[in-house]
């Protein structure tokens, strides 16, 4: 894709930094302003290192919430339309550390705060390591087209699954796994415009408001990056959930 075709090299970082925020917004039309991220992913699950960003500007926190899409059909959404809070997750296939946060932090989020209807979680894919990464990305989404996101997600981003690479035999037996019914549907769906432009969008979104390392999350608009400890996430969502309420 050409909107990231500059930008591939950006990478993932271990470092336990805490994330930045730059203060100018400039509201143009629909157009959002600039908040800069710095990776903050520990280099262990305990090591939580850092919190949540500190809450932005109002005026640039309401356009980051303004990214939740709360769409009914979103096949790459997970929970409520309504839910109170919405977690928009960056990522990418071959991020370790996006494969850690799948297996260790999400399906505790979906047990605690998806199922009760507190949260949703909409997917946004975040290539950034070159074409596999594209490839995965389009197959995600030709997966959601026949309703097997979710477990297409769990197979790409089960432990040792990255290390078999993502060329198109390996997506093929992942979407066998993770129960496609109609491959030659998801053949072409992956080779499509629409995953194209749905890939495309997703890339445009999150680098417009700055994203640069996977994976990246804004919670109701507050920024979180790295694989943060399951404690991180719930206090973002904790006060995100209070704040939501009239």
């Not at 390392?213 to 694989?227: D, E, K």
Request: charge should be neutral.
């Amino acid at each position: 894709m050409s909107s990231s075709s500059s930008k591939n090299s950006r990478k993932t970082t271990s470092g336990a930094k805490p994330l930045l925020i730059s203060a100018g917004v400039a509201l143009a039309a629909v157009t959002l302003g600039i908040v800069s991220w710095q990776a903050t992913a520990p280099a262990e699950q305990g090591s939580a290192g850092s919190s949540p960003a500190a809450a932005p500007r109002d005026d640039t926190s309401a356009a980051l919430r303004a990214l939740a899409r709360r769409e009914a059909g979103d096949k790459l959404a997970l929970g409520r339309a309504d839910a109170p809070v919405v977690l928009i997750e960056y990522s990418d296939f071959k991020c370790g550390y996006c494969g850690k946060f799948a297996r260790d932090t999400e399906p505790e989020l979906v047990k605690k705060y998806v199922d009760n209807g507190t949260l949703r979680i909409e997917w946004r894919n975040f290539p950034i390591f070159g074409a596999e990464s594209e490839a995965a990305a389009r197959a995600a989404w030709a997966a959601g087209q026949q309703d097997r996101f979710a477990a297409f997600h769990s197979a790409a981003y089960a432990d040792g699954s990255k290390e078999k690479g993502f060329a198109e035999p390996r997506l093929l037996e992942l979407a066998r796994e993770a129960g496609v019914p109609d491959l030659d549907r998801f053949k072409a769906d992956m080779a499509g415009e629409q995953a194209a432009a749905a890939l495309k969008k997703d890339q445009e979104e999150g680098y417009r408001i700055g994203v640069t390392s996977t994976p990246s999350f804004l919670v109701n608009g507050r920024p979180i990056a790295g694989a943060q400890p399951l404690a991180a996430f719930d206090a973002a969502i904790a006060q995100a959930e209070a704040a939501a309420k009239p």
